[in-house]
């Protein structure tokens, strides 16, 4: 069992949906959670990262971990085709350990 | 801020040949970076965290003679691919952080390379 599991996808939304992403993982220890972007042939982007449970919110963009859970959530809202990407789940159990990754999920909003 | 840059952006080469691939922070300086290998539809698969002035620390399963790191500079990091073989084949990114934590990175827009 990997650590981190995430649904390579793809997602296909209309524009305008509500998209939920997400990320299940195995490690309690796991303690910093970050979700980046990833365009097509370029390098992952970070959109937002929260520390131990919790919400975080950016404009469109909603982080929530549930750690009771070990699962994490990213919500776009509004959705647009520009947020279509892969977005990559990604943790650590202290800001000094190396990230473990998700496999990423390819979302496509249909315009 | 953080822009972090790699050249070449793709490069093609010989089997045998080496290659080397160029890791730049712009705008700021860079206790650590980070190099990685993503395989298509695959995730990022670290190959090894390097810092200034001291040597490369290796993932298990990554040959260190092979991909050899030198990170010379607080805002240069170069990765050499020695021998490369059509099954080194891959998309190579760097990543680079002000602070040497791990979360926050800031990924440059990596280098394609194709071994013919």
């Known amino acids: 069992q990997k650590e981190v599991e995430q649904d390579p996808g793809p997602l296909s939304v209309p524009e305008g949906a509500i998209v939920s992403l997400n990320c299940t993982y195995s490690?309690?220890?796991?303690?910093?959670f970050m979700w980046y972007r990833q365009y097509s042939r370029k390098g992952p982007e970070l959109l937002m990262y929260?520390?131990s449970s919790g919400n975080k919110e950016d404009g469109r963009f909603t982080a929530q971990v549930d750690k009771s859970s070990k699962y994490i959530s990213l919500f776009i809202r509004d959705s647009q085709p520009s947020d279509s990407a892969t977005y990559l789940c990604?943790?650590?159990?202290?800001?000094?350990?190396?990230?473990?990754w998700g496999a990423g999920t390819k979302l496509i909003i249909k315009p | 801020g953080a822009v972090v840059s790699q050249h070449p952006s793709r490069v093609i080469c010989k089997s045998g040949t080496s290659v080397k691939i160029e890791c730049r922070s712009l705008?700021?300086?860079?206790?650590?970076m980070f190099w990685y290998r993503q395989f298509p539809k695959q995730s990022l698969m670290l190959m090894a965290t390097?810092?200034?002035?001291?040597?490369?620390?290796?993932e298990q399963g990554v040959e260190k003679d092979k991909f050899l790191i030198n990170h010379a500079s607080l805002t240069l990091s170069t990765l050499t691919v020695t021998s490369a073989h059509p099954e080194d084949s891959s998309f190579y990114i760097c990543?680079?952080?002000?602070?040497?934590?791990?979360?926050?990175?800031?990924f440059g827009p990596g280098t394609r390379l194709t071994v013919t």
């Open positions: 990604a943790m650590s159990s202290n800001s000094n350990y190396q990230l473990i």
């Open positions: 490690n309690s220890a796991f303690q910093y």
């Open positions: 929260t520390y």
């Open positions: 705008d700021f300086q860079a206790t650590t």
């Open positions: 990543s680079a952080t002000l602070t040497g934590s791990s979360y926050e990175q800031y």
């Open positions: 390097s810092n200034e002035g001291s040597k490369a620390t290796y």
